[in-house]
Every structure is written in structure tokens, then in C-alpha cells.
């Protein structure tokens, strides 16, 4: 019997055969990529995220005080996946799959670009998403933090997982029974409540993605019930994720976000301020509203490396261009015609959320990095503002292919500091210590230091005198108090842990608290990370 034809595949499977692919793909390419880079040794990796989930995970929160400086607060839950994949795979694996975990981004903005383009064929949609979703990976600040441990790229997951449970489904939410709409949103919210609860910057993305619904073209009763039912579920994703933290914050010090808001709260733990980094705030009202001209070609005023990247400063003229357009009835294809480049309740809500997100952060915050789920949405968000233009639709095209094509050959990613890779991720050779049971060890000056802890043997507590929380001279600080305790009911040996250049401003603080350090009597500890370290030999100054 012959056998039929062979027919080749629609176009349709195809296309869903090449999402598939990408979706696969794309997360295990940008793995690669993160190894090109090279290993994260960023200053925030040795202050605070390898150290806090150590101490999370063995036990020592209340061992130690103040080893990682004011972010010792932090909430630790996001630090423990990296610390446990660094901690037990060889040091190049664990980043493939760190930066792998990362490159989840690119797939959840595919999904969201596929659901809301209306452009051209679908396989050639599936061809504009994958395109958009690598350009969303390359920004100036994404592409700078592949592999790293700031997690503006991993709480961004809960970002745009929460934006495609909510545009993949749209028209149920518009229009659909209203059970199954509040249900999704309500999952929607607890994406975005757990990156809020895992790092709190990210409240600016739960208000926005929020606040968004009211623009939708439903009831009003609608709008404010998916609002609800959305901010219901942020409540409970900031409760899941950090919620345990809060509690423990709340117990111990008396403020749940301990010690920001403390002007509030006012622990007697603290001083009684906001704790807010006023350093990257603009120098006036008027470059606050101008702010991405100021920024964009002096990256130095919203991060601490230099890099560049247009999208934002883009985004900044073109939606309210677009947006005033349409409101003069110049743009009438956001109402009424067919041409738009992606659908006209998506783009209204994606642009709007973006729009409270940024005018959120300007007024909290004004550090690039918080922004980075913005920068990995932008090129979807161009595409849409150029739809939006009063221009046919090929001319939107032209438009926003050419902003896309500015934008990304502009670039130059940040680097917060990378070095060779390592077969461990965390490399500290601490010498012999006499007697560890009975012995403190101080830790002097205020650079990043607390990943060698660590290697040190565990029974040994570590106690800071000198941090961006504390010093041996602040005032109004109760902490205060509690750590001239701790050293005071010491009876055994001290040490103290510094760089080597902050030896000398480490013992002149040790010698308020009464304690001398012998410079004369000190060992270098080698680390993979940074620079040497310095441990010296602590007595008590005689009391007359």
C-alpha cells in the first residue's frame, strides 16, 4: 500500500514549535553567556548576600552582630538558592544555572510579547518576540547583572510572571465570568507580593501593576475589583516570602522593616530616622522631572559603575507623546482602528503600570538597578508607544524599529566587578586559630568583608564596630548599647578583622570600646574576591 503524501506542517505548529524552542532555549543560551562574563565578585556578594544566607541556613542571627553592615537587616530568603548552588557545585556550574534561572526573564517577556503583538503573521509575531525578549536580556543594567547576586534580575521573575498571567488572559479579565478573572489576578498579585516580600524595592511594581487595572476598557465596578483581588494577592505573596522576616524584625527590634521607616516606628534600637540613601536623589525639583536627560548620559548619578542604555530616556518622550496624541483624537487608533501593533487593553495597561512604576521610583528610590524590570520590558513597551503614533502602520513599524535598532546598538552594559572563575565561588585562607571557643573576632572599617566568615570555624562570633548602621561614637543609637554589652561580657580572646588600609581607623574605633589593637601582630588572609584581609591580635587597654 503506498503511503499518503507527506504534508508538511501548518504554519500554526510550526509556530508553536519555535515557541517551544525559544522558551527552551533562550534561558540556557543566556546561561552560556552569563560563563563569557565571568564570576560575580560585586561588593554587595561580599557584604551581605553570601554571608546573610549562610547565617540563615547554620543559625547564627543572633551569634553575630552587625557583620554585613545595615543590610544584615535584609530580609535573607533570595540569598539561599545562590548560596546553596555556589556553596555545593564547582563554581562555573553554579553560575550557568544562576544566570540560566535568570534568563527565565526572556522567556516571561516572549509569552507576554506573543499574547499582546498584532503584528504580521503568527510565526513572524513569534519571530518579533523572540527578538524584543533578547533585546529585554541585553540592556545596559540587565546584561551588567547576568550571573550576579543584586536580584533585581531574579524578583523581576515575579514582575513578569505576574504581567503574563495578567495579559496572556485579558480578555477573561475584561469580559470573562467575574470568578475566573478575580482568581487571576489574585495569582498575578502573589508573583508580584513575593518579589515585593523578597526584596521591598519592588513595591513600586506591585502599586503600578495594580493601580493599572483602572485603565482597562471594563465596567468601573470591574476595575475596582480586580484591583482588590490583586492587591489581595500581593498581601499574600508579601506574607509567604517575607512575612516570616517581618515578624522576626518585629520581635527583635520593635519595626517590621527594621530600621528603615524608624522615624515611624521608632525602635529605641536605631535612630529615629527613615533610613532612606538620599545619594542618588537629583539635586532639584526640575532634574527630578527631567531625570532620565540627567541620567542616561551620567550613569553615575543613579549607580555606583558607569554603563549606558537609551530605553528609559526613550520611553520618557515617547509614551506621553503617543499618550497626548491619542487624547487629542490625532492617535483614534487606540480606540477605533485595527492597526495598532499590539493589542489596545494590553498596551494600555502595560504602559500605564510602567508609568506608575517609574514615577514611583523617581520619588523613592532613583537608583538604576531597582529599575531593571522596566529596562528588560522597555522594547515591548516602545513597540507599543509607536503604535500608537498617528502614522500608518508601516510607519509605526519603521518607527519603532529604529528606536530598537538605537537603542540596543548604544549599549554598554554595567560591571559591578568580575573575576576569573574559581572552582569555589568563595575562597578564604584563614589561619590557625588558638582556642575558637573562647575567642570574639571584631570587624574594623567599612568595606565589604563578611564573606570569609565563613571559612572561619563556626563557634566563633563576629561582632562590627564600625558599619554604615554603627559606630563606637553614634548617638542616639540604643544598638549601640547592646554591642558594648556583647563585647563587654566577652572574657576571652579578641581579633580583629579589617582590610588591611582600614587596620589603622579600625583600631583607633576598637580603642573607644576600651580594646587595643596590635598592628604589629597581624595575618593576612587571601581571598578570591577582593583584596587581602587582615587579622590582628586584640587586647584590652589596663583600666586605671
Not at 470568578?179 to 487571576?184: K, N, Q, T
Amino acid at each position: 500500500m503506498p503511503l499518503p503524501p507527506f504534508a508538511p506542517p501548518s504554519s500554526g505548529r510550526r509556530a508553536r514549535r519555535a515557541s517551544a524552542a525559544f522558551l527552551l532555549l533562550a534561558p540556557l543560551l543566556y546561561g552560556l553567556l552569563g560563563l563569557a562574563l565571568g564570576m560575580d565578585a560585586n561588593w554587595d556578594l561580599r557584604n551581605y548576600h553570601w554571608y546573610n544566607a549562610y547565617a540563615l541556613l547554620t543559625g547564627r542571627l543572633g551569634q553575630d552582630m552587625l557583620p554585613a553592615q545595615m543590610p544584615s537587616f535584609y530580609n535573607p530568603l533570595l540569598d539561599v538558592p545562590f548560596f546553596l548552588l555556589a556553596n555545593h557545585l564547582p563554581a562555573p556550574v553554579a553560575g550557568f544555572v544562576w544566570s540560566a534561572l535568570q534568563g527565565l526573564n526572556l522567556s516571561l517577556l516572549f509569552l507576554i510579547a506573543r499574547a499582546t503583538l498584532r503584528i504580521g503573521t503568527e510565526g513572524q509575531r513569534v519571530a518579533i518576540a523572540a527578538g524584543l525578549a533578547v533585546m529585554g536580556g541585553l540592556g545596559g543594567g540587565t546584561l551588567g547583572l547576568l550571573g550576579t547576586t543584586f536580584h533585581d534580575n531574579m524578583v523581576s521573575l515575579g514582575v513578569l510572571g505576574a504581567l503574563a498571567v495578567v495579559l496572556c488572559g485579558l480578555p477573561r479579565l475584561i469580559g470573562g465570568r467575574a470568578r475566573g478573572a478575580f482568581l487571576r489576578v489574585g495569582a498575578a498579585g502573589l508573583m508580584a507580593g513575593a518579589a515585593m516580600g523578597l526584596k521591598n524595592p519592588s513595591v513600586i511594581y506591585a502599586v503600578g501593576l495594580c493601580l493599572a487595572f483602572l485603565v482597562l476598557p471594563t465596567r468601573p465596578w470591574r476595575w475596582l475589583w480586580l484591583s482588590f483581588f490583586f492587591g489581595v494577592g500581593v498581601l499574600g505573596g508579601l506574607a509567604l516570602f517575607g512575612g516570616f522576616w517581618m515578624a522576626h524584625l518585629w520581635h527583635d527590634y520593635g519595626n517590621p522593616v527594621f530600621p528603615h521607616m524608624n522615624h515611624i516606628f521608632k525602635s529605641p534600637f536605631a535612630a529615629i530616622s527613615d533610613y532612606v540613601n538620599v545619594g542618588f536623589f537629583p539635586a532639584s525639583t526640575l532634574e527630578r522631572i527631567l531625570f532620565p536627560f540627567f541620567f542616561t548620559f551620567a550613569p553615575l548619578k543613579v549607580g555606583e559603575v558607569a554603563f549606558l542604555d537609551l530605553r528609559i530616556l526613550v520611553l520618557f518622550v515617547l509614551v506621553p507623546v503617543a499618550a497626548a496624541l491619542a487624547l487629542l483624537g490625532k492617535g483614534s487608533r487606540l480606540q477605533h482602528g485595527p492597526a495598532t501593533l499590539a493589542d489596545r487593553a494590553a498596551t494600555r495597561y502595560l504602559l500605564t503600570a510602567m508609568a506608575v512604576m517609574y514615577a514611583l521610583w523617581v520619588v523613592m528610590f532613583c537608583i538604576y538597578r531597582y529599575l531593571v524590570p522596566l529596562e528588560i520590558l522597555a522594547p515591548l513597551a516602545i513597540v507599543m508607544a509607536a503604535g500608537l503614533l498617528p502614522v500608518p502602520r508601516r510607519g509605526a513599524v519603521v518607527v519603532a524599529a529604529v528606536l530598537l535598532l538605537l537603542v540596543q546598538a548604544t549599549v554598554r552594559p554595567a560591571d559591578w566587578g568580575r573575576v576569573a572563575w574559581s572552582d569555589r565561588w568563595v575562597e578564604a585562607e584563614v589561619p590557625p586559630i588558638e582556642d575558637p571557643d573562647h575567642t570574639m573576632v571584631l570587624m574594623g572599617g567599612y568595606w565589604a568583608i563578611s564573606h570569609v566568615i565563613p571559612a572561619f570555624p563556626p563557634r566563633i562570633p563576629f561582632v562590627r564596630i564600625q558599619s554604615n548602621f554603627l559606630q563606637p561614637d553614634s548617638v542616639g543609637n540604643g544598638y549601640l548599647a547592646l554591642l558594648k554589652d556583647k563585647v563587654g561580657a566577652h572574657h576571652g580572646r579578641f581579633l580583629m578583622l579589617s582590610t588591611i588600609p582600614d587596620t589603622a581607623g579600625a583600631a583607633e574605633a576598637a580603642l573607644l570600646l576600651g580594646l587595643r589593637v596590635d598592628q604589629g601582630a597581624c595575618r593576612v588572609i587571601p581571598n578570591n574576591l577582593g583584596e587581602p584581609l587582615n587579622l590582628c591580635s586584640v587586647e584590652r587597654v589596663p583600666v586605671d
